[in-house]
């Protein structure tokens, strides 16, 4: 059942003890919203497999306690926090759920017991929202996970709106955060040797297709397959596609400019396509998205993207 944020919050006072879930490889979007849920209704954060670099840093900054590999059975409710699909939680058993999502396309709320649905560009807007329906104070930890949400979900504002200013400026003006606090804790993100490592080799490895005037650009690497997909739109992609593959699974994350974007390449809903070819998952964002292919081929993958994102650009 879709609800609204009131109805959101009214349907959590029914359950005593919450987990408020990340998918794997959670982001600052989804720890910033589950922590701030978790403090204002109460409950538990709970991390399905891992954190990003820029979330770690946000966990270890702010002191948030994160249960990592929860069991959902433990709670009476699971929240499904900034979770498109079911595979981006390892297809964990999931008892009773809600989801709480902004992603352009959301499958797992198919079979939740209620969900809030916005495709607004982060989630930590939508929790937001909810605080303010509830007219809960906006405590400082809080305000400062919500506003690195908002900064790395729009690509540092890249892929901002309206409303991702005006909720920003709202959160710094009800909890006396100061932005730059935030762009601080973000900046102290360590780049380790690895990932500079894993970059070069998929600036290396990159071949580039040309159609028109357009630049669409492919690349294997072994791991941070998301920041290398931004790194090739930086130095000249239009839309940059990286294929990694880890444990039998082959993973694309696929990045956007502004301008192909603009011409009517929208990644979620690109990679959602792919992955259907090749019976796996996969969505997102118009300019950020991801795909999973169980056993696939990351070359045969990577080609299918090329030729989908070239009908868009048309
Ligand atoms: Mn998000």
Same mark, same amino acid.
């Given at each position: 059942?879709?609800? !609204?944020?009131?109805?959101? @919050?009214?349907?959590?006072?029914?359950?005593?003890? &919450?987990?408020?879930?990340?998918?794997?490889?959670?982001?600052?979007?989804?720890?910033?919203?589950?922590?701030?849920?978790?403090?204002?209704?109460?409950?538990?954060?709970?991390?399905?497999?891992?954190?990003?670099?820029?979330?770690?840093?946000?966990?270890?900054?702010?002191?948030?306690?994160?249960?990592?590999?929860?069991?959902?059975?433990?709670?009476?409710?699971?929240?499904?926090?900034?979770?498109?699909?079911?595979?981006?939680?390892?297809?964990?058993?999931?008892?009773?759920?809600?989801?709480?999502?902004?992603?352009?396309?959301?499958?797992?709320?198919?079979?939740?017991?209620?969900?809030?649905?916005?495709?607004?560009?982060?989630?930590?807007?939508?929790?937001?929202?909810?605080?303010?329906?509830?007219?809960?104070?906006?405590?400082?930890?809080?305000?400062?996970?919500?506003?690195?949400?908002?900064?790395? !979900?729009?690509?540092?504002?890249? @892929?901002?709106?309206?409303?991702?200013?005006?909720?920003?400026?709202?959160?710094?003006?009800?909890?006396? #955060?100061?932005?730059?606090?935030?762009?601080?804790?973000?900046?102290?993100?360590?780049?380790?040797?690895?990932?500079?490592?894993?970059?070069?080799?998929?600036?290396?490895?990159?071949?580039?297709?040309?159609?028109?005037?357009?630049?669409?650009?492919?690349?294997?690497?072994?791991?941070?397959?998301?920041?290398?997909?931004?790194?090739?739109?930086?130095?000249?992609?239009?839309?940059?596609?990286?294929?990694?593959?880890?444990?039998?699974?082959?993973?694309?994350?696929?990045?956007?400019?502004?301008?192909?974007?603009?011409?009517?390449?929208?990644?979620?809903? &690109?990679?959602?396509?792919?992955?259907?070819?090749?019976?796996?998952?996969?969505?997102?964002?118009?300019?950020?998205?991801?795909?999973?292919?169980?056993?696939?081929?990351?070359?045969?993958?990577?080609?299918?993207? #090329?030729?989908?994102?070239?009908?868009?650009?048309?």
């Amino acid at each position: 059942m879709e609800v !609204d944020e009131s109805g959101f @919050y009214n349907r959590l006072l029914d359950y005593n003890n &919450i987990l408020f879930l990340c998918h794997r490889n959670a982001d600052p979007d989804a720890v910033g919203s589950a922590y701030t849920l978790a403090q204002s209704l109460g409950g538990a954060v709970g991390i399905v497999d891992g954190c990003n670099r820029v979330a770690n840093t946000l966990i270890k900054t702010l002191e948030i306690e994160a249960i990592e590999k929860p069991n959902p059975s433990d709670y009476d409710l699971t929240v499904v926090v900034d979770t498109s699909t079911l595979a981006q939680l390892n297809g964990i058993e999931l008892a009773e759920y809600a989801v709480i999502d902004h992603h352009s396309t959301c499958a797992i709320k198919d079979g939740a017991e209620f969900y809030l649905h916005r495709t607004v560009s982060s989630t930590a807007e939508i929790v937001f929202d909810i605080l303010k329906f509830m007219e809960a104070p906006v405590m400082r930890k809080s305000a400062m996970a919500l506003i690195a949400g908002i900064i790395t !979900d729009t690509g540092n504002f890249k @892929y901002a709106n309206p409303d991702s200013f005006r909720t920003l400026a709202e959160i710094i003006e009800v909890s006396g #955060v100061e932005y730059g606090e935030v762009v601080d804790l973000l900046a102290s993100t360590p780049q380790d040797i690895s990932m500079r490592i894993a970059l070069l080799k998929a600036a290396e490895r990159a071949k580039v297709h040309r159609t028109g005037n357009w630049l669409i650009v492919t690349s294997t690497i072994s791991s941070f397959g998301g920041t290398a997909a931004g790194i090739l739109t930086h130095v000249g992609a239009d839309v940059s596609f990286v294929g990694t593959e880890k444990d039998g699974i082959a993973r694309i994350s696929g990045r956007a400019r502004r301008n192909a974007i603009d011409a009517g390449v929208n990644l979620g809903q &690109i990679l959602e396509e792919v992955s259907k070819l090749f019976h796996g998952t996969g969505g997102g964002h118009d300019g950020a998205a991801g795909l999973d292919v169980e056993g696939g081929d990351v070359q045969e993958i990577l080609k299918s993207c #090329v030729d989908v994102t070239t009908t868009k650009l048309q």
